[in-house]
T-cell receptor, first 115, second 113 residues
Framework: DSGVTQTPKHLITATGQRVTLRCSPR?????VYWYQQSLDQGLQFLIQ???????AKGNILERFSAQQFPDLHSELNLSSLELGDSALYFC??????????????FGPGTRLTVT | DAKTTQPTSMDCAEGRAANLPCNHS???????VYWYRQIHSQGPQYIIH???NNETNEMASLIITEDRKSSTLILPHATLRDTAVYYC??????????????FGKGTKLSVKP
């Protein structure tokens, strides 16, 4: 158990809908990362937050957005869903931005199926 | 971040050491070598990281060549539960750097009885 929790574990929804994925980082971790893993693309970084502020963006679509709240939990919002958005979505957390002990701890993921 | 090259797949007998190689010939002086693994659609799991010295923890050992252009992850006594995709990632740890990990395709390690 990494200490990172994600809900829900599974989500099935229809095209055009909007969903919210939730992540609670490990206690004491200030950074939260979101990754997407699809069969054809592998693990892709989406976005990073550090202590409530957006820190880095990766291959995140405009239809997707995220935020990190004062209690440090994070939500990833996916809207106007398409079939191609079906994937595993992982959240990871780390103590800070850089330095020794920088390893990221990943949650169990949310499996999103768009039908 | 430097690119890495790993074999697509490897087999290992249960109880034997698994040696997973990684080439990172363009690594720069401030970049660390990280290893993660992913067991069948679970979240990736941190294994170990190092800069230039060899490192060991309860999970594995990391051997980095003197020129730092390649490294080897060693699982000393592989078990069936070590069957996973192993990712070698190179990145820096500077305070101003972005934190995201760039995953390649990794090495699919199959531990066989």
């Amino acid at each position: 158990d990494s200490g990172v929790t994600q809900t829900p574990k599974h989500l099935i929804t229809a095209t055009g809908q909007r969903v919210t994925l939730r992540c609670s980082p490990r206690s004491g971790d200030l950074s939260v990362y979101w990754y997407q893993q699809s069969l054809d693309q592998g693990l892709q970084f989406l976005i990073q937050y550090y202590n409530g502020e957006e820190r880095a963006k990766g291959n995140i679509l405009e239809r997707f957005s995220a935020q990190q709240f004062p209690d440090l939990h994070s939500e990833l919002n996916l809207s106007s869903l398409e079939l191609g958005d079906s994937a595993l979505y992982f959240c990871a957390s780390s103590v800070g931005l850089a330095g020794t002990g920088y390893e990221q701890y990943f949650g169990p993921g949310t499996r999103l199926t768009v039908t | 971040d430097a690119k890495t090259t790993q074999p697509t797949s490897m087999d290992c007998a249960e109880g034997r050491a698994a040696n997973l190689p990684c080439n990172h010939s363009t690594i720069s002086g401030n970049e660390y070598v990280y290893w993660y693994r992913q067991i069948h659609s679970q979240g990736p799991q941190y294994i170990i990281h190092g800069l230039k010295n060899n490192e060991t923890n309860e999970m594995a050992s990391l051997i980095i060549t003197e020129d730092r252009k390649s490294s080897t992850l060693i699982l000393p006594h592989a078990t069936l539960r070590d069957t996973a995709v192993y990712y070698c990632i190179v990145r820096d740890n500077y305070g101003g750097s972005q934190g995201n990990l760039i995953f390649g395709k990794g090495t699919k390690l199959s531990v066989k009885p």
